[in-house]
Structure formats: structure tokens, C-alpha cells
């Protein structure tokens, strides 16, 4: 057996160690985290302070982070047509013994777009923020986010590895590329993003919409399996 078998052998071993850690309660936890229009109210606040702290330079951020989603989205799809490496739930060897949430996706995996999109924002949005509890805190966001992809069974660990390398070169990649265009088509105007940070109380708001996103999660799931909803 190669290198690269022994690897994926591993990889495959984690994958059912983590996904076999699964209810009810967490099957509909996951699905909310899963779900990019979850975080909706999360993504509308960051996207006011961007607009609230670079005032017409935000149309260059808000630009700027459509391109890095776009690219790290597109990159990873191409990845998944490139490599064409099963999703746990396809994979015939395994798919038996797979837990799935929801829908079992397309039939390539490698890599996530979802790890790749999440670390993608993460990288981008703290260069310019430049506050590490903003950090902190979109790091906890993407981590959730990529394993809701595992407990999901739609993507094994090493999917989720390979798409934050891609999203964090993409998230950095676009950052510098932004630099260069404010630097030589917008340094006469102000504020400059590379001088700019994010306020500690509005880092706090931040964290307190998502900490009441979380929260209503558990409440609203705690509601439905208590009086059988689901």
C-alpha cells in the first residue's frame, strides 16, 4: 500500500470516528449550521461596518469579498471535477455505514466548498477588520461550518483541509490584489483599509448577533423536539 493509501485510509477512518457522533437534537443543529442562509443576520451586520468604517471605499471591499467567495467557490468546484474523489455518502465502500443530514450533495468531494468559502471570508474580512476578537470569532464560525460538513457526511476531514488552504490563499490573494488597486487607483482617498480597523464595541456587536444566533438555534431546536415537531 502507498504513501497516499495509507492517507486516505486514515482520512476515511477519522471521517466514520467523527460522523458516528450523531441524535436528533445535533442532526437539526447541524442542519442550521450548515445552511449558508442561517448566518444571514451574521453576514448583514459585517457588512454594515464595513459600509459604516470605509464609507466609498466599501464598494471596493464589498467587490472584493463577492470575487473571493466567487473564486474560491469556482476554484473548488473545478478541484472536485479535477480530483474526483467520492463524497463519503457515494463512495460504495463506506456509504452504508455513512450518517447523512439533508442531501447527499454532488458526487465529488475533494475539495469543500463550504471549508473553502468559510476560510476564504475569514482571511479576507480580518486583514481588513484587523481586531482579533473579530478573528476569534469568524475562526469559530468557520470551524463549526466546516465540521457541520463531516457530521453531515458529505466530506471527509481531509476535504475540509484541502478547502481551507485553497480559502486561505484565495482570502489572502484578493486581500493583496485590493491593496494594489486602492494603492494605485484610490490612495488619494480616505479612510485607507490598511489603516483602518474595526472598533472594539463594534467587534462586540458582532459577537453578540452571533452568540443570539446560536442561541435561538438551541431554543428553537430545543422547542421542536420537545413538543415532537420532528
Known amino acids: 500500500m502507498g504513501f ?24 437539526t443543529i447541524m442542519l442550521l449550521v450548515t445552511r449558508k442562509e442561517t448566518w444571514l443576520p ?23 469579498l463577492a470575487l473571493v467567495v466567487l473564486a474560491a467557490d469556482q476554484l473548488s468546484g473545478l478541484m472536485k471535477i479535477g480530483f474526483q474523489r467520492l463524497r463519503p ?11 447523512n443530514v439533508l442531501r ?10 463550504h471549508a473553502a468559502n468559510s476560510v ?14 473579530y478573528s476569534i470569532l469568524l475562526f469559530l464560525w468557520a470551524a463549526a461550518f466546516c465540521y457541520s460538513r463531516i457530521y453531515s457526511g458529505v466530506h471527509y476531514p481531509f476535504d475540509i483541509l484541502g478547502g ?12 493583496r490584489l ?34 443570539v444566533l446560536v ?5 428553537v431546536t430545543s422547542l421542536l423536539h420537545h413538543f415532537n415537531y420532528l
Not at 476515511?12 to 441524535?23: P, T
Not at 447527499?104 to 466548498?113: A, E, L, R
Open 178 to 211: 485590493m491593496m494594489f488597486v486602492e494603492n494605485h487607483f484610490f490612495y488619494s482617498k480616505s479612510p485607507r483599509i490598511e489603516k483602518t480597523a474595526l472598533h472594539r464595541e463594534e467587534s462586540g456587536i458582532i459577537w453578540l448577533v452571533f452568540v
Open 215 to 219: 442561541v435561538t438555534f438551541f431554543i
Open 42 to 64: 451574521f453576514f448583514v451586520v459585517i457588512l454594515y461596518y464595513i459600509v459604516k468604517n470605509y464609507r466609498t471605499k466599501a464598494i471596493l471591499i464589498i467587490i472584493g
Open 120 to 133: 476564504a471570508i475569514l482571511v479576507f474580512t480580518s486583514l481588513i477588520f484587523k481586531r482579533r476578537s
Open 4 to 27: 497516499l493509501d495509507t492517507i486516505l485510509n486514515w482520512d476515511q477512518e477519522l471521517f466514520l470516528y467523527l460522523n458516528s457522533f450523531h441524535n436528533d437534537f445535533w442532526d
Open 89 to 99: 455518502v457515494h463512495d460504495p465502500a463506506i456509504g452504508h455505514l455513512v450518517h
Open 104 to 113: 447527499k450533495g454532488g458526487m465529488y468531494g475533494f475539495v469543500s466548498s
Open 164 to 175: 481551507i488552504l485553497l480559502g486561505w490563499g484565495v482570502g489572502w490573494a484578493l486581500f
